[in-house]
Each structure stands twice: as structure tokens, then as C-alpha cells.
């Protein structure tokens, strides 16, 4: 009976070996597709219900409602494609940054709500879109391939 250093090294088995480098790409995958999917499903509903939007845009002092609606519908749908695909994520991301930097304090201005419900509603959505603006510069400092 022989011994065998390696014993169940088989040539007709096919080995894989997952590296942190793989783990790594499988979760940058998931992450642009969950992270641009967000943005890319936000950008639809800018446009699938911009008549719903635009007077909750027009009450907080916005001015061509609609046309904001819709310039930001396609800021943020441009952004969340390049992010999920891959392509000028980037440029993505500073699409995704400049919408939350420009509407985060306008349409989520928890400091001038009189109405509790409506303070504790804004001050949800205004943390929540500083932890997207976070995720954006996350995605804006890695490096392209």
C-alpha cells in the first residue's frame, strides 16, 4: 500500500480556490448592483410619478418643479446605471453626490417643520441621504480598473 502525501489529489477533480481577491469582487459586484439599482429604481420613479412629485417639490420653493422632477430623475438614473454597470462610476457617483448635496437640504429641511410627524418623517429621509451621499463617496474614491 503506498502513501500519499496528498492523498485526495485526483487529476480528474477540478479544484477551485476562492481568494480574498475573489470575495472581495463578488461583494464590489453586489454592492454596485444593490447601490446603483437604488438610484436607478429612484431615477424611474422620478419619471414614472413626476406628477405626484412635482407639488411636494413646488411647497418646498423649488422652481420649475417638473422640470426639476425630471433633471433629477436623470441625474440620479444616469448615476445609478455607470455605477452598476461599471462604466464612468465615477462620474456616477459625482451625479448621485451633486443631487444629495443640492437636495437634501431643500426637500428635507427638518429645522423648518412645525408638524412633529412631518419633522420626525424629514429628519429620517435627511440622515438617510447623508449615509447615501457617504456611500457615493465611497464608490467616487475606489479605484477604476
Not at 418643479?65 to 462620474?91: Q, Y
Request: a negative charge; glycine letters at 10%; charged letters at 10%.
Amino acid at each position: 500500500m503506498a502513501t500519499h502525501l496528498f492523498p485526495h489529489t485526483d487529476t480528474s477533480e477540478t479544484v477551485v480556490i476562492v481568494t480574498e481577491s475573489h470575495v472581495n469582487a463578488a461583494l464590489l459586484l453586489l454592492g454596485r448592483l444593490i447601490f446603483g439599482g437604488f438610484w436607478v429604481y429612484s431615477g424611474l420613479e422620478h419619471f414614472m410619478n413626476h406628477a405626484t412629485l412635482a407639488p411636494f417639490v413646488a411647497m418646498r420653493g423649488v422652481p420649475a418643479p417638473e422640470l426639476a422632477v425630471l433633471g433629477t430623475g436623470a441625474m440620479i438614473l444616469a448615476g445609478g446605471l455607470s455605477i452598476m454597470t461599471g462604466f464612468v462610476p465615477k462620474v456616477g457617483a459625482t451625479l448621485i453626490a451633486i443631487f444629495l448635496i443640492g437636495v437634501t437640504p431643500i426637500m428635507h429641511a427638518f429645522w423648518r417643520d412645525a408638524d412633529a410627524m412631518q419633522r420626525a418623517n424629514d429628519i429620517a429621509n435627511f440622515t438617510k441621504n447623508i449615509a447615501l451621499l457617504g456611500g457615493a463617496c465611497l464608490v467616487a474614491a475606489m479605484p477604476e480598473d
